[in-house]
Each structure stands twice: as structure tokens, then as C-alpha cells.
């Protein structure tokens, strides 16, 4: 109940935000900046939350049967990568929206 609705204001105070700048007439606004300044806070956010469930899970793992280190390593490094990559991309899309 709770992360949805943080998931409700978070995603009402962003349609909020891109209706003012959707209808801006040709002036310069300020507001895509703020946009994308609140996108990189949630991509942030989302990936070292998504790394330290998965890292917490994996020590879990580890510490209840020692002798799977390397299986458990090695099932957690390939979504921890692809993880680490989402972030990257958001982050580099989220920066070309203020470029350009």
C-alpha cells in the first residue's frame, strides 16, 4: 500500500511537471531541467535499491549454504550487470534531454 502510493505521487508530480513544459510556446523554460533532475533522482534510487536487494540476497544465500559461493556469485553477477547497464542508459538519456 505504501509503495504505491509513493509510486502515485511520484508519478502525478511528474505528469505535473511535463504538461507546463509540453505547452510552453517557443519561450525558453527551465522546467525540462527540473524533469530531468528528478529522473536521474529516481533512476539513482531504483538502481541502488535493485543492487542492494540483490547484494543482500546473495550474502543471504551465501550464509546459509557456504559451499554455493560460486554458484551464487555467478547467478548474481549477470543481473547485477545488466542492472548496473539499465542505470547507465537512463542516466545518458537523462542527460541528452537537458543537451539537447
Known sequence: MRHSLIFSLILFFTL???SPVMAAEG???????FGAALG????VIGAGLGIGRLAAAA???IARQPEAVSQITAAVNLPLFLLEGVAIIALVVC????VL
Do not use: D, F, Q
Open 16 to 18: 505535473g511537471m511535463a
Open 27 to 33: 519561450g525558453a523554460s527551465t522546467l525540462h531541467y
Open 40 to 43: 536521474l533522482g529516481m533512476v
Open 59 to 61: 550474502a543471504e544465500g
Open 95 to 98: 542527460i541528452l534531454a537537458v
